[in-house]
């Protein structure tokens, strides 16, 4: 298993099988990290600034990647069915094939049409561009949670088991429940079903371990504050709903793609 992040540097040196090239502040590599967490692989965090290492398993220059006994991979989806296929530990896709599909369909539906939006939205600095792009996430969003299981079959996606579909929606919907909660007035309460969800998905030790401290995250998004907003009411807006019971925030950071070190965008 991983030491804190705060070892990191200490840890760079031990060698382990797999090897997790990843930053504490990227949400895509946070999917990566919960399904490590969460199947107990014992992973050495590798850093980014690692050459050549780095590049010959992201050659893009993405992350997350994962090197494992020489197998060279990148693509937080496509990293976490690697993992959910060797490691043994808790699935992280159920063994039905239409389970399966659903899980693979609605994890693309998380990259598609909530990502994108979520990101849009919080640098759009006109309102019509606001309303629309808010619009597009509240339907994305809308239609995940129609598509999850209903709550007397359990907390998560599928109800009663944690699966990928989960681990890929919630580094972002933490971000959604503080930073765009703070800058953008996004309101979690009409999501009844998702705020239930995440009361789960926060009580699992794979979440607490990996993420970020809400007061941190909407600090460090202070920059998308309006002109008009009064220093540290950004900071109480996204309290309340983005509280969770992480450690706090442990590593560096490159603001590219408003800070989200997204998949298309950390680049070299």
């Known amino acids: 298993m991983s030491s804190p992040y705060s070892e990191v540097e200490t840890e760079v040196g031990r060698s382990v099988p797999v090897k997790f090239y990843a930053s504490s502040r990227c949400p895509y590599a946070q999917r990566v990290w919960i399904?490590?967490?969460?199947?107990a692989v014992d992973y050495q965090w590798e850093l980014r600034q690692r050459f050549p290492d780095?590049?010959?398993?992201?050659?893009?220059?993405?992350?997350?990647?994962?090197d494992h006994c020489g197998e060279q991979i990148y693509d937080s989806i496509v990293v976490l069915e690697y993992v959910h296929e060797v490691f043994a530990g808790p699935p992280l896709l159920p063994?039905?094939?239409?389970?399966?599909?659903?899980?693979?369909?609605?994890?693309?539906h998380v990259d598609l049409h909530i990502v994108p939006n979520y990101?849009?939205?919080?640098?759009?600095?006109?309102?019509?561009?606001r309303n629309m792009t808010r619009e597009d996430l509240l339907h994305g969003l809308?239609?995940?949670?129609?598509?999850m299981a209903p709550l007397a079959k359990g907390p998560f996606f599928l109800g009663g088991d944690f699966c990928m579909a989960d681990l890929v929606l919630a580094p972002w919907w933490q971000r959604m429940c503080t930073v765009l909660?703070?800058?953008?007035?996004?309101d979690p309460s009409a999501f009844s079903r998702l705020q239930v969800w995440f009361e789960a998905v926060e009580a699992r030790p794979?979440?607490?371990?990996?993420?970020?401290?809400?007061?941190k995250l909407i600090e460090e998004f202070s920059f998308c504050a309006d002109p008009d907003v009064e220093e540290g009411v950004r900071f109480r807006r996204g309290?309340?709903?983005?509280?969770?019971?992480?450690?706090?925030?442990?590593?560096?950071?490159?603001?590219?793609?408003?800070?989200?070190?997204?998949?298309?965008?950390?680049?070299?």
Do not use: I, N
């Open 142 to 147: 809308a239609q995940f949670e129609a598509a």
């Open 95 to 108: 063994s039905s094939p239409y389970s399966r599909a659903k899980v693979r369909l609605w994890s693309k």
């Open 181 to 186: 909660r703070a800058y953008r007035k996004f």
């Open 239 to 268: 309290l309340r709903h983005g509280r969770t019971r992480a450690s706090t925030d442990r590593g560096s950071h490159a603001r590219s793609s408003l800070g989200t070190m997204s998949e298309t965008s950390s680049q070299l």
């Open 119 to 129: 990101e849009r939205l919080l640098a759009a600095r006109d309102p019509e561009t």
């Open 35 to 39: 399904g490590l967490e969460e199947k």
């Open 206 to 215: 794979c979440f607490a371990k990996t993420a970020m401290d809400p007061e």
């Open 54 to 66: 780095f590049v010959a398993c992201s050659p893009r220059g993405q992350l997350p990647a994962l």
